[in-house]
C-alpha cells in the first residue's frame, strides 16, 4: 500500500546518481583522453623542435668543415687565371674536385650558376667571392658534405627521419616514401603529414640558405605509431581509474539508497501505526 513512495524515492536517488557522478565522469573522460592527445603530440613536437636546432648545428659544423677546401680552392693560381682569361674553368674545377672537396660551383656576380664539379647532392657548404685586380669574378662555392651524410648524421643525433631536398629535388633520405616534396607541406611548425607509402609522420620543414644558388630545405619527422601507442596506453589507464571510480560510486549509492530506503520504510511504518 505504501510501497509508492519508496519506489519513487529510489528512482530519484537513480536519477540524482546519473546527474552527480556518471554524467559528470562522461564530460571527464572526454576531458582526459583529449587532454593526453595533445600532451603526447605537444611532447613529439617538442622533440621534434630540439632536433630542428640540433640539425642546424650540424649543418653549420658541415659548412664550417668546408673553410679549409674553400681557402684551398680559392687560392688556386691556375683556377684563378682561367677565371681571368674565361677558359678552361670546367676542367680546372674537375681537377680540383678530389679528396675531401664534394662539390666545387662558381657563380657570377650576379649569382647566375656558371660552372661545376662534383656532386650536385652536396650540401653545406662555404662561399666566398673572387676578384682579380680589383674585380668581380665571381663566387666561389666549396662544400666537403653529401646530402647523404647530412641525413645519416642527424638522424644518428636525434632519433628522427630526416630528408634532404633542393628546389623540390629529394637530395636524401632516411626513411622511404619521401621522394614527393609537396606532401611535406610548408615550412615551420610541427603537421601531420602522409607519405607516399602510406606512413603517418609529424613533420617539420626548414629552410636552410647557401651562399650561392637555391636553399636547402631539411625535414625531419617523427612516426606518429609510436605516438598513437602511447595515447591509446595512457587512455586505457584514464579509463581504468574511471571505471575503477564509478564501480565504487555504484557500491557506496547502493549501500546509501539501503539505508536511506530502510528509514523510509521505517517512517512509513511508524505512520501506519499512528494513523
Do not use: C, W
Not at 185 to 209: F, I, K
Not at 250 to 258: E, P, S
Amino acid at each position: 500500500m505504501y510501497s509508492g513512495p519508496e519506489v519513487s524515492f529510489r528512482g530519484r536517488l537513480r536519477l540524482f546518481f546519473v546527474l552527480l557522478v556518471i554524467v559528470p565522469m562522461i564530460a571527464l573522460a572526454v576531458v582526459l583522453f583529449t587532454l593526453t592527445a595533445r600532451s603526447e603530440t605537444g611532447k613529439a613536437d617538442a622533440g621534434i623542435s630540439a632536433g630542428t636546432r640540433t640539425a642546424f648545428g650540424v649543418y653549420e659544423e658541415a659548412a664550417a668543415r668546408a673553410e679549409p677546401a674553400l681557402r684551398r680552392v680559392a687560392a688556386d693560381r691556375r683556377l684563378r687565371a682561367t677565371l681571368v682569361s674565361g677558359g678552361g674553368v670546367d676542367a680546372r674545377l674537375d681537377q680540383l674536385a678530389a679528396g675531401d672537396v664534394v662539390l666545387i660551383e662558381l657563380y657570377s656576380p650576379n649569382r647566375r650558376l656558371v660552372a661545376r664539379a662534383g656532386s650536385p647532392a652536396a650540401v653545406a657548404p662555404r662561399g666566398a667571392p673572387v676578384a682579380a685586380g680589383g674585380e668581380m669574378l665571381g663566387i666561389l662555392v666549396v662544400s666537403v658534405t653529401g646530402a647523404d651524410a647530412l641525413a645519416t648524421r642527424v638522424k644518428t643525433l636525434t632519433g628522427l627521419e630526416s630528408a634532404v631536398y633542393r628546389d623540390d629535388r629529394l637530395l636524401a633520405a632516411t626513411a622511404g616514401g619521401l621522394g614527393d616534396r609537396a606532401r611535406l607541406g610548408g615550412l615551420g611548425d610541427p603537421h601531420d603529414v602522409e607519405l607516399a607509402n602510406g606512413a603517418d609522420y609529424r613533420a617539420r620543414v626548414e629552410s636552410l640558405p647557401e651562399p650561392a644558388g637555391p636553399p636547402v630545405e631539411l625535414a625531419l619527422l617523427q612516426s606518429t605509431t609510436s605516438l598513437s601507442d602511447t595515447v591509446s596506453e595512457n587512455r586505457l589507464v584514464i579509463g581504468g581509474l574511471l571505471v575503477a571510480f564509478l564501480l565504487l560510486a555504484m557500491l557506496a549509492a547502493a549501500g546509501v539508497g539501503r539505508a536511506l530506503t530502510g528509514q523510509i520504510g521505517t517512517f512509513l511504518d511508524a505512520a501506519r501505526r499512528l494513523a
